[in-house]
């Protein structure tokens, strides 16, 4: 499903009381205390991110060229090691697609999931253009503050937006895109799904030094 998800683009650009009350004494008061715990927990602590509208006259240009014959695309599935990928959380867990070129697409997940975090990374790089996706109806007209102004969010040409987010930075060697997919049974906000998205994005963009 995810790469027939993601073949689209290819051909466009070509929670409870903690245990048990402790034992009464008649020396002694305890005092019990309330946790709360939640079906899909993105940050350890708060403040949790939220987005803002973007500027309704943005303008994105491209670092690439997509018709360079020359230029070909960053690979992050397997230019960094799977050490290199433990570094920072994450192990690729699909084979590298390269049938739809020029495209470059594989999956990864977290190596240290904690409950409600079930869910996903597709990585790709390809040559679909920001322009292509905002006449498409997919851009998320939202941005989280004070992160790379170039990095955008949008949505799938297919498949329940609820469940997913896109974040993506426009390269000299093609768009690097970070699709995080959530599947476990809680409701993450939009906001949570494009962190997710986003976190990992800058992670594999940081640990390869692809600018």
Request: glycine share 6%; hydrophobic share 30%.
């Amino acid at each position: 499903m995810r790469t027939r998800i993601f073949t689209v683009l290819a051909t466009c650009c070509a929670v409870t009381l903690s245990g048990c009350a402790p034992p009464q004494d008649t020396q002694s008061a305890h005092t019990t205390t309330t946790e709360e715990t939640y079906p899909f927990e993105t940050w350890e602590s708060p403040p949790k991110p939220t987005m803002i509208p973007l500027p309704p006259d943005r303008e994105y240009v491209e670092a690439f060229d997509k018709f360079d014959p020359n230029n070909t695309l960053y690979d992050l599935c397997d230019t960094l090691t799977p050490e290199q990928l433990a570094d920072i959380g994450l192990e690729k867990d699909t084979v590298t697609n390269r049938e739809s070129k020029p495209f470059i697409d594989c999956g990864m997940r977290e190596t240290n999931l904690v409950d409600g975090q079930n869910g996903g990374f597709n990585v790709s790089t390809h040559f679909a253009r920001y322009s292509w996706l905002r006449d498409h109806g997919l851009i998320i007209d939202a941005t989280f503050p004070g992160i790379d102004e170039r990095i955008y969010f949008s949505n799938l040409p297919q498949g329940n937006t609820n469940r997913h987010c896109d974040a993506a930075v426009s390269t000299s060697h093609g768009r690097i895109s970070i699709t995080y997919t959530y599947s476990g049974d809680g409701k993450p906000t939009k906001d949570e799904l494009c962190w997710k998205a986003y976190e990992t994005l800058e992670k594999l963009r940081t640990k390869g030094n692809f600018t």
